[in-house]
């Protein structure tokens, strides 16, 4: 009688370490494109593919279960949204006790972001350890984190903050392994936030809607009592912002010298009408554009109309002659009766492009225009009738202007021009938004992935 045969060995378990971690990187990537990269947040399905992975044996279980918990989001939650209604304030506590069982996790952590509404900004304010100890807690044992966010609307006041809290973002900021930070940009004085960050390389200004001091809301940007060691800042490179012009340029005026080495710009504007706020750009631009390698503009669903808006106003690009990539999205919502102001968004998205022509180091320039309707108001027929009269004269005079940028003569690094051209699309305020799902972190805090 012949012994059984032992189940052959499946190849899977014979590949050697490193393959398995560029087969890791490659499926946290696609999981990332997916969305489903992260704990908390997106669907029902979130780091499906990570988690599977990590089941399939000890040596995948290693490489995989790091990049389960890489990135962490926790935003609020309303009724409606799956059922659930919770502030951050009860993730962070299902967090805390994770890293509590598991406390390896915390050193896997690599990207925490936190939204809050005035749930959690009522508790941060309030003298109470017990509110907000849990947040306290995780900052203590995230410590390796190279992307940090803290972000909502509205925002707990810096100098109303407690000490401890105000303590632990310090330390946070000051993390050697921080590259990237995410902050309402009124929630903190500029000189406070810029000397405390010592290796951030990658610094987005949210709009944060107003930050609240106690029960009250404020709008203004307030002066803070607190001292801050000083720290030079010369890592940061790159600036991304939306919306808070006023805010930006308190930073800009207020610590002109921490954006001594920016070389990256990215902005959005919109939607909504933009008032004075081609000035206040352009007052941003002077003064941190004349070193900047790579420039992004975003102009959302923006309203041309209202006052200090003529034809002929632009941006004045005409000074960054060290640009070498250059991005301007223009999106317009513009009303049907009203010519005016898709004169002003023409001419406008034309006339900044055409500043562009000092610009000899140039390689790469990537423009997009658009005009958002409203989706009532209009039949097929007027719909076409408006498009057919007004966009071929557009696309002349905006050929003749890039016409100039591919002179090989003069714009001798220029790789290639991209346009895109969209005449008719529907407001994306009129869409209707699917809300988030019901993040995961509870049934991982309660049952966490074995090893």
Known sequence: M?????????PVRDLPTETVVEIAEVVYQHSRMQGSATICTCHPGVSKDLISCSLVSRQFSAVFQPLVFRTINLHYHYPGTYGSNRPVQILLERLSTLLDARPEIGGWIQELHIAVDT????????????RYGFCLD????????????????????????????????????QMKTLQKLEIGAGMIPPRVLLESISSVRDLVLHDCGGVRVGSGIVTETLDSEEPVESSQVTTLCTLRFRNDLDSLLTYVRDTPEAFANL????????????????????EILDCVGRRLENLDVTFDEVEWHGPGFSNGYCLDLSKMTNLREMKMHCVAYVRYESRSEQDIHEVMFVETLASLRSCHDLEHLEAKIGWSWPVNGMNAAGKIKMVSERIPKFIRRLDKVLGELVDGEKYKRMEGIQLSVEPWTPARRWVERRPESQPLIDRLATNPLKE
């Open 2 to 10: 012949s012994c059984p045969q032992p189940e052959p060995r499946s």
């Open 119 to 130: 749930r959690d900004t009522d508790g941060m304010l309030e003298e109470t350890t017990q």
């Open 138 to 173: 995780v900052l203590a044992k995230a410590t390796a984190l190279t992307s940090y966010g803290f972000i909502g609307s509205p925002l707990p006041w810096w100098g109303a903050l407690p000490r401890e809290i105000r303590g632990a973002l310090q330390r946070v900021f």
């Open 263 to 282: 070389r990256g710009l990215t902005f959005t504007v919109g939607p909504g009408a933009l008032g004075f706020g081609l000035d206040k750009i352009q």
